[in-house]
């Protein structure tokens, strides 16, 4: 079992910045996929970054691309996320989520084995 928690939610102005982080316990992140994804209101849970937690090969979603940086703390066993030049459509509860023992990254929900709770990113206009 794995359990993940996210902090570093909160509100924000456009254009502004916040670091997201993804704690895992109970096992480590040693081998698999570390992905965040975010569901605004009213809509599906979309995927915005991964991270191969080996190789350190990482994967966006268009929308981020540019924006948004995945990184992890191997002695931390914590994957970052941390969002720049962020806009009001980035406003979503945000979810990191992992597979162990893969070597592919997937962008879909059912890709993911352990979810954590969720953080609110709020970006006001």
């Known amino acids: 079992q794995v359990q993940l928690v996210e902090s570093g939610g909160g509100l924000v102005q456009a254009g502004g910045s916040l670091r997201l982080s993804c704690a895992a316990s109970?096992?480590?992140?040693?081998?698999?996929?570390v992905g965040w994804f975010r569901q605004a209101p009213g809509k599906e849970r979309q995927f915005a970054a991964a991270?191969?937690?080996?190789?350190?090969?990482?994967h966006y979603a268009d929308s981020v691309k540019g924006r948004f940086t995945i990184s992890r703390d191997n002695a931390k066993n914590t994957v970052y996320l941390q969002m720049n030049s962020l806009k009001p459509e980035d406003t979503a509860v945000y979810y990191c989520?992992?597979?162990?023992?893969?070597?592919?990254?997937?962008?879909?929900?059912?890709?993911?084995?352990?979810w954590g709770q969720g953080t609110q990113v709020t970006v006001s206009s």
């Open positions: 991270i191969m937690w080996s190789s350190g090969t990482t």
């Open positions: 109970g096992r480590t992140f040693s081998s698999g996929t």
């Open positions: 989520a992992t597979k162990q023992s893969t070597n592919f990254i997937s962008t879909r929900v059912v890709g993911y084995d352990y």
